[in-house]
């Protein structure tokens, strides 16, 4: 069964602009979330989708936002970007929503804003 | 909220001694609990998790963890180290009424193996 996957694994933008990342789950994972990791901030919970629908948020500015097609995939797009969206972004699938499925992590998108 | 504590940043064991990654969290109640690693230019990868039942769980590639909830530790452990297990390793918290905010991770413990 093929993991999580995430494209493109690199990108990198210029201030100002905005950046649309995606992510398919693991055939059969209906949830997926969104995590930045960063070497001051350490990994920090961005959003969760399920069916469709956002189940939760993290603290984040609305200038972050993401959407899930029918097919689980999800997107998730960063407006007027910043120095500090500068991160790997990490998505991870699991079977049902909620903190006792685990998460499974694709290899992450890394984005630098110069 | 809950948060997790790995108070070690760095550690260097030599290949073939013992390890044990320390972690604890505050949380009201139990929570669930998870050991992830992540290789260089890698996702994150569970290696094992707690619910509820026994305290000692078993992973994968050998590790295994205790909690123990009189101390709010969740510590990883491996008898023996091998090079490949030369990665960062991640302690996250989970919240049993499936919170808003999605698992709460340590800010991880990077572990050097030396020959």
């Known amino acids: 069964k093929a993991g999580v996957t995430q494209t493109p694994r690199y990108l990198i933008k210029t201030r100002g602009q905005q950046v649309t990342l995606s992510c398919s789950p693991i055939?059969?994972?209906?949830?997926v979330s969104w995590y930045q990791q960063t070497p001051g901030q350490g990994l920090q919970f961005l959003f969760e989708?399920?069916?469709?629908?956002?189940?939760n948020k993290g603290n984040f500015p609305g200038r972050f936002s993401g959407r899930q097609f029918s097919n689980s995939r999800s997107e998730m797009n960063v407006s007027t970007l910043e120095l500090g969206d500068s991160a790997l972004y990490l998505c991870?699938?699991?079977?049902?929503?909620?903190?006792?499925?685990?998460?499974?992590f694709g290899n992450g998108t890394r984005l630098t804003v110069t | 909220a809950q948060s997790v504590t790995q108070p070690d940043i760095h550690i260097t064991v030599s290949e073939g001694a013992s390890l044990e990654l320390r972690c604890n969290y505050s949380?009201?109640?139990?929570?669930?609990l998870f050991w992830y690693v992540q290789s260089p230019g890698q996702g994150l990868q569970l290696l094992l998790k707690y619910f509820s039942g026994d305290t000692l769980v078993q992973g994968i590639k050998g590790f295994e963890a205790e909690f123990k909830r009189s101390q709010s530790s969740f510590n990883l452990r491996k008898p023996s180290v091998h090079w490949s297990d030369a990665a960062e390793y991640f302690c996250a918290v989970g919240v049993i009424e499936g919170g808003a905010d999605g698992l709460t991770f340590g800010k991880g413990t990077h572990l050097i193996i030396q020959p």
């Open positions: 949380y009201g109640a139990t929570p669930y």
């Open positions: 989708y399920f069916s469709e629908t956002q189940r």
């Open positions: 055939s059969g994972h209906r949830s």
């Open positions: 991870a699938s699991s079977l049902e929503a909620g903190d006792n499925s685990p998460l499974h």
